[in-house]
């Protein structure tokens, strides 16, 4: 059964840190990856996708992708304490539509 | 825009009933609908993933006797937590979507057990 693990569960970084969040499927048919973020007490909403090996940003996120390990990494600069929150990745399947989400890392960036 | 409403937001059920909780898709058609819990203890769970025209699949460790889920139509599905007990409590999630979308989450169904 494909699993995607997230490390690590929980990190802490001083307002103005960096960020490192990682991902990782076990499914060789995954095409792309989600991050999505939760603030507390509201829905995830979808932050990033990334599809292609290589790096994306938007801002003070940035993804890797490395498709050859099946894992993706969510980068956040400059880290604010708004961004305290838990950080959902999910592998997709396009052959299947299916995806699955990881356990999530728990944000906090304290002032 | 796609939205996904949940209800009730919170409910509160005594030990060993049952509550229903239901997810609405706006604007988009649900092919596909996944049952999501969230507790203290664990952070993220998927209870079950409906796909039209297709068995509901359940993961471990969570089961139709316990949780049955009604997918009827792309804008509609329901899940019931029978027989609730303290370890059921917590935020339960609907995200839906359809091919080739994100997932849009609701803002979640709160269950606590008393």
């Known amino acids: 059964q494909q699993k995607v693990q997230q490390s690590p569960e929980s990190l802490i970084v001083p307002e103005g840190g960096m960020a490192s969040l990682n991902c990782t499927s076990s499914?060789?048919?995954?095409?792309y990856f989600w991050w999505y973020r939760q603030h507390s007490g509201k829905s995830p909403k979808m932050l990033m996708?990334?599809?292609?090996?290589g790096e994306k940003e938007e801002g003070r996120f940035t993804v890797h992708l490395n498709k050859a390990s099946l894992h993706t990494s969510l980068h956040i600069r400059d880290s604010q304490p708004s961004d305290s929150a838990l950080y959902l990745c999910?592998?997709?399947?396009?052959?299947?539509?299916?995806?699955?989400f990881g356990a999530g890392t728990r944000l906090k960036v304290i002032a | 825009g796609a939205l996904v409403y949940q209800y009730p937001r919170r409910t509160i059920c005594k030990s060993g009933t049952s509550m229903r909780m239901e997810c609405q898709a706006v604007g988009f058609q649900a092919t596909s609908v996944a049952w999501y819990r969230q507790s203290p203890q664990k952070t993220f769970e998927l209870i079950a993933l409906?796909?039209?025209?297709?068995?509901?699949?359940?993961e471990q460790n969570f089961t139709q006797e316990k949780f049955p889920i009604s997918h009827p139509n792309l804008s509609f599905s329901s899940m019931t937590v029978l027989n609730a007990y303290l370890e059921d409590r917590g935020l339960y999630l609907c995200?839906?979507?359809?091919?080739?979308?994100?997932?849009?989450f609701g803002k979640g169904t709160r269950l606590t057990v008393v």
């Open positions: 999910a592998a997709v399947n396009t052959g299947n539509y299916k995806y699955v």
């Open positions: 499914d060789r048919n995954v095409d």
């Open positions: 409906s796909t039209v025209n297709s068995a509901i699949k359940y």
């Open positions: 995200g839906a979507r359809t091919i080739n979308t994100e997932v849009f």
């Open positions: 996708s990334i599809f292609s090996n």
